[in-house]
């Protein structure tokens, strides 16, 4: 069974280390997609954007201070004299009683109301009292919705790396089915060099070579489609890690990597990161829903403010302050407030009832997910006795074909026989692997299906 095992990966590994061309495993393919591919950027944007949104409700907990100053420049200035300046040279001022005789010679004087050039700068702060009700919750609010960023950024990763490594087997299948296709077309140019001969000497009908030159042409015309799908998939990859160029795969993958699975391991539906952070967005809506409720009641808070002013004429005071509390309660406003209410109080059964939903979908993905790799098992293994028995078959009609003892049909039939059993094979092996990946992410751990990578199921 090793020499079998060795002789197949020798056939399907000639072209994987290709002189000049890069090379990756999944390990590197996971790391590299875990900082460089678009999901997950934005995830971490989106992240960061949370955590800013929840210091922004932070913020409004201490007292709002604000400075406010203007410069104006008034068409003219606002003045008046007590008596006219005509009266102001008639009067006697001898002739008046104290303190008025004193006074008399300013009655001309015009007294400044505003000057034409007036500034002025005022500092408050203001500090909600009633409304830290409402802060409180929408703090709790955008935290949670902070926290529920931080999980959706581990459940974009997730999946992100379900996908780099359906991407990456793809590419590796697709690499191996270069191989097969290339060892299908060595095979048939033999057999067509043999058949050429055996008609020559007239041992073989002109029909048998002429279905031997057929199924070589098909053969090459399936051999540049597996170099095309290779092609592809190597871009799928390279989109997914954010590469320059495609990357060729390197076929790391022993048989010893291959495990049994050996048990059915049902993970806890919390531990996945989606749900938890659904569950987090339900905590969000309910102080979401709280915040709303407090923003019915009054709105009490203390102020303070100190001003100082220029230019305001002699009745103002140069500088000033002044510090009590505020109130404001809107009585009426076409119920927009208590439509607010309604609103978070429908966000939140929306997602109780989302969350509720997602814990049935992942009971029902992980039992489906982990069948999936039950069964994909079992076809691998069938494969292994399909692959042998192919062989041995192709073997034994091409000594018999030599001998003419077999018609090229039966020639061109265990050729074709064999190919198709490698390429199950293959599919087989990396539709295994792939199933693993998505039991690990449905299961909530590490998507890691090779030993090299993380534990395997």
């Not at 890691?448 to 395997?456: E, F, M, Q, R, V």
Request: net charge negative; glycine share 6%.
């Amino acid at each position: 069974m090793k020499r079998l095992l060795i002789s197949t990966v020798a056939l399907l590994v000639p072209l994987v280390c290709l002189a000049g061309e890069p090379s990756i495993t999944l390990d590197q393919a996971l790391r590299r997609a875990s900082t460089e591919n678009p999901q997950v950027r934005i995830g971490e944007w989106a992240t960061v954007a949370a955590r800013a949104r929840k210091w922004q409700a932070m913020s409004y907990y201490g007292p709002t201070l604000s400075v406010e100053g203007n410069a104006l420049w008034w068409d003219e200035p606002i003045e008046f004299a007590l008596v006219s300046a005509e009266d102001a040279a008639a009067l006697d001022c001898t002739t008046m009683p104290a303190p008025f005789d004193a006074m008399c010679e300013g009655f001309a004087e015009p007294t400044v109301v505003r000057e034409q050039h007036t500034t002025s700068i005022t500092v408050s702060a203001v500090q909600p009292i009633t409304g830290l009700l409402g802060v409180s919750q929408g703090h709790m609010a955008t935290a949670r919705l902070q926290q529920a960023a931080e999980m959706d950024e581990r459940a974009t990763r997730a999946e992100v790396a379900v996908q780099v490594v359906d991407a990456y087997f793809g590419a590796l299948a697709a690499e191996q089915m270069v191989a097969v296709a290339t060892a299908v077309v060595e095979n048939l140019e033999a057999h067509e060099r043999r058949a050429v001969a055996f008609h020559e000497a007239e041992l073989l009908n002109k029909s048998d070579l002429l279905q031997i030159q057929v199924a070589l042409g098909n053969a090459r015309i399936n051999r540049q489609r597996a170099i095309d799908g290779r092609a592809l998939a190597r871009g799928l990859l390279a989109v997914l890690i954010d590469a320059e160029e495609p990357s060729v795969i390197p076929e790391d993958i022993s048989e010893d990597a291959l495990l049994a699975p050996a048990r059915n391991s049902t993970e806890s539906a919390g531990q996945r990161p989606d749900v938890a952070a659904m569950e987090l967005r339900v905590e969000a809506a309910r102080a979401g829903r709280r915040a709303a409720a407090a923003d019915l009641v009054p709105q009490v808070a203390a102020i303070a403010a100190w001003q100082r002013t220029e230019g305001m004429g002699t009745f103002s005071a140069p500088e000033s302050m002044y510090a009590g509390v505020t109130l404001q309660w809107q009585v009426w406003g076409w119920g927009r407030k208590h439509a607010a209410l309604r609103e978070s109080t429908a966000s939140l059964r929306q997602a109780e009832v989302g969350l509720a939903s997602m814990r049935d979908g992942v009971d029902l993905e992980q039992r489906r997910t982990w069948d999936a790799v039950v069964s994909s098992w079992d076809s691998y293994e069938m494969s292994r006795v399909t692959v042998a028995q192919a062989e041995e078959n192709h073997r034994l009609v091409a000594a018999r074909f030599e001998s003419q003892l077999a018609s090229a049909t039966d020639l061109l039939d265990a050729e074709s026989l064999l190919a198709q059993a490698r390429m199950t094979r293959l599919t087989a092996r990396y539709d295994y692997l792939r199933a693993v990946a998505a039991w690990q992410r449905a299961a909530g751990v590490d998507v890691a299906p090779l030993p090299g990578t993380g534990d395997s199921p």
